[in-house]
């Protein structure tokens, strides 16, 4: 069974910073997918950050680029997000996600690919 629990979110003003923290258990797949996505009320849900299981290389939507960064702790079975320089925009609720491997590039794919989700933290950046 596959579990992701977020940590971290919260309220803080443009131009701040945060961190969320997501811990996976029961997840071995060295060739899947995990990352963070966001939904804003009323809008689809979207990929932010996204890694391949297994590789260095990440991914960022073109919104958070520069200013988002992912990392992971591969012995505490976490991945976390720092996002710098908030802006009211990317107020939402933030959702840590795993995929299964699959022929569709990590760095590519929509939210609805994905196998397994966390219960998602709300951040708001006020202006």
């Known amino acids: 069974q596959v579990h992701l629990v977020e940590s971290g979110g919260g309220s803080v003003q443009a131009g701040g910073s945060l961190g969320l923290s997501c811990a996976v258990s029961g997840y071995t797949s060295s060739s899947g997918c995990m990352g963070w996505f966001r939904q804003a009320p009323g809008k689809d849900r979207e990929r932010v950050a996204t890694f391949r299981t297994g590789s260095s290389s990440t991914y960022y939507a073109d919104s958070v680029k520069g200013r988002f960064s992912i990392s992971r702790d591969d012995a505490k079975n976490t991945f976390y997000l720092q996002m710098n320089n908030l802006k009211p925009e990317d107020t939402s609720m933030y959702y840590c996600?795993?995929?299964?491997?699959?022929?569709?590039?990590?760095?590519?794919?929509?939210?609805?690919?994905?196998?397994?989700w966390g219960q998602g933290t709300r951040v708001t950046v006020d202006s």
């Open positions: 996600a795993a995929r299964r491997p699959s022929s569709i590039p990590c760095s590519s794919g929509s939210w609805r690919q994905y196998d397994y």
